[in-house]
């Protein structure tokens, strides 16, 4: 059985990474974008992680530019924008695309074990949706992630248990992260 222990990333530096370094850790991986409306997320990122990590939690953000070009920036401007804006600890990865036919591995694994179930209801849900369905149609049935700051939440184990949309209130992303530690 594949867990995302069995996938291997790139560092900011381009030097391989195996998730297995991870392995007996509660993760949250997350495609993030500096210029996205959803990326003031860091600050509660920020602070869920610096409250949980001493329990075995950690944060895995990759950064990607596949949405309305919200993530042009180099992976060391990236890096910089978040740690001095935001004051980010946690590991960032080199940039990446979820989507299409160059997505990363690990995230279609992700979408694929917790697919996309909708943004919510609501009038700004709306908005998102059908905003973030002409962005992904240029990659059809590769189109994983709908946007920006998904969120997927990884036991102990590496087996994905949740997935959180950038709609989801990041108070309910910190109950189901404390309720996996």
């Not at 329990?55 to 920036?73: V, W």
Request: hydrophobic share 40%.
């Amino acid at each position: 059985m594949t867990t995302v222990y069995d996938f291997t990333v790139k560092d900011r530096m381009g030097n391989d990474v195996s998730l297995a370094d991870y392995s007996g850790k509660v993760l949250l991986i997350v495609n993030t974008a500096t210029g996205c409306g959803f990326t003031p997320h860091y600050d509660p990122l920020e602070e869920m992680y610096k409250e949980m990590r001493e329990q075995g939690f950690e944060i895995l953000d990759f950064p990607c530019n596949q949405f309305a070009n919200q993530a042009p920036e180099s992976d060391d401007e990236i890096h910089q924008f978040c740690t001095m804006k935001f004051g980010t600890e946690f590991p960032q990865f080199a940039k990446i695309d979820v989507n299409g036919e160059t997505a990363d591995p690990l995230f279609a694994y992700l979408a694929t074990e917790k697919p996309f179930e909708g943004f919510g209801k609501g009038l700004k849900m709306a908005a998102l949706n059908k905003f973030a369905n002409a962005n992904n149609k240029q990659f059809g049935d590769k189109a994983y992630i709908k946007w920006n700051f998904t969120k997927f939440l990884v036991d102990r184990e590496g087996k994905v248990i949740a997935r959180f949309e950038p709609t989801v209130d990041m108070d309910e992303v910190k109950k189901a992260v404390q309720g996996a530690l």
